[in-house]
C-alpha cells in the first residue's frame, strides 16, 4: 500500500484547521459513537497506542482507525482521537487534513486511484483518467451514488515498472489500459470477485484496508507475489553475471 505523504503540518495549518474543527462540530458535537462502537474502538486505540512511547505518536494509525469505522474521518471520529490521545481537536484536523489517505467525506466501498504521474501519465495513466471518470460520471474524489465506487486521481504509486498504474483500496493492478480500467470498475460494482495483480488474492473493502493501515493486521500480508516481472529483471542480470553486492 502506498500513500502520498510530506513533511509535518505547519503552525499556519493548524490554525486554519482550528476554524475548520469548529464549523465541523457545531452539526454533530453532541453526537458521538454508540457505546458498543466506542468500547471497541477504545480498545482497538489501546493496542495501538501502546506500541508507541508517546500517546500522541499513534495519531497516524488512530486517524485510519476511525476511517475503517465510518469510510472517512468523521466529526466523530476526530473527536474520538482527540480525547483518547489527549489532543486539541483543532490539532487533530490539522494532521487529518494534511495528509491525502484521510478522506474528508465517505470513499466508496472500493477506492479506485488512477496515477497521473509523469512515468505513468505518458504511458496512458492521463488517457485512463480520462476515460475512467467519463465512464463513471466521477471526477477527482467523488463516490457513487450507490457508494460503491469512488475515484482518486493519485500521484505516484511507487509501482513505475508496471506503468501505467491503478490501485483500488490500496492494491495493486498493472499495466492497466483504458479498455481494463473500465472494465475493473464495472466488475467491481457488478460485486464479482477480483484479486490484485500482486499481493493478496482476495481484494478487501475501503475499510477492511483502512483497518488495515491503522496496525491491526488481516493475515494476508504474505498472500500472493510481492514482487515480479520488472521489478526482478535486475535481480536475474545480476546473478546470471555473477555479480554480487559488496560485502562490510
Given at each position: 500500500m502506498s500513500s502520498t505523504t510530506g513533511g509535518e503540518p505547519t503552525?499556519?495549518?493548524t490554525d486554519v484547521a482550528a476554524g475548520a474543527a469548529n464549523d465541523e462540530g457545531s452539526a454533530t458535537m453532541d453526537k458521538g459513537y454508540a457505546p458498543e462502537v466506542r468500547e471497541r474502538l477504545e480498545r482497538d486505540a489501546k493496542e495501538i497506542i501502546g506500541r508507541y512511547p508517546k500517546p500522541r505518536s499513534a495519531l497516524l494509525p488512530l486517524l485510519h482507525l476511525v476511517q475503517s469505522e465510518d469510510g472517512y474521518v468523521s466529526d466523530d471520529g476526530h473527536e474520538f482521537?482527540?480525547?483518547i490521545l489527549g489532543l486539541s481537536k483543532a490539532e487533530v484536523v490539522g494532521v487529518s487534513t494534511f495528509y491525502t489517505m484521510y478522506k474528508r467525506k465517505p470513499a466508496g466501498q472500493y477506492h479506485v486511484g488512477v496515477c497521473i504521474n509523469t512515468l505513468c501519465a505518458v504511458m496512458g495513466g492521463d488517457q485512463i483518467w480520462d476515460e475512467l471518470s467519463?465512464?463513471?460520471g466521477l471526477e477527482h474524489n467523488e463516490t457513487s451514488p450507490d457508494g460503491k465506487i469512488s475515484l482518486e486521481r493519485l500521484e505516484c504509486n511507487a509501482a513505475c515498472d508496471f506503468a501505467p498504474v491503478m490501485m483500488v483500496n490500496w492494491e495493486f493492478f498493472d499495466n492497466q489500459t483504458p479498455?481494463?480500467?473500465?472494465?475493473?470498475?464495472d466488475d467491481l460494482k457488478d460485486g464479482k470477485e477480483i484479486s490484485p495483480t500482486r499481493g493478496p488474492k482476495k481484494l478487501c473493502s475501503?475499510?477492511?484496508?483502512?483497518?488495515?493501515?491503522?496496525?491491526l493486521p488481516d493475515g494476508l500480508a504474505g498472500d500472493g507475489p510481492s514482487a515480479n516481472g520488472p521489478s526482478l529483471e535486475g535481480l536475474k542480470?545480476?546473478?546470471?553475471?555473477?555479480?554480487?553486492?559488496p560485502e562490510s
Open positions: 503552525v499556519r495549518q482521537c482527540a480525547e467519463e465512464h463513471t479498455a481494463s480500467a473500465k472494465q475493473l470498475v475501503f475499510k477492511e484496508a483502512s483497518r488495515v493501515l491503522s496496525g542480470i545480476a546473478k546470471a553475471n555473477g555479480w554480487k553486492a
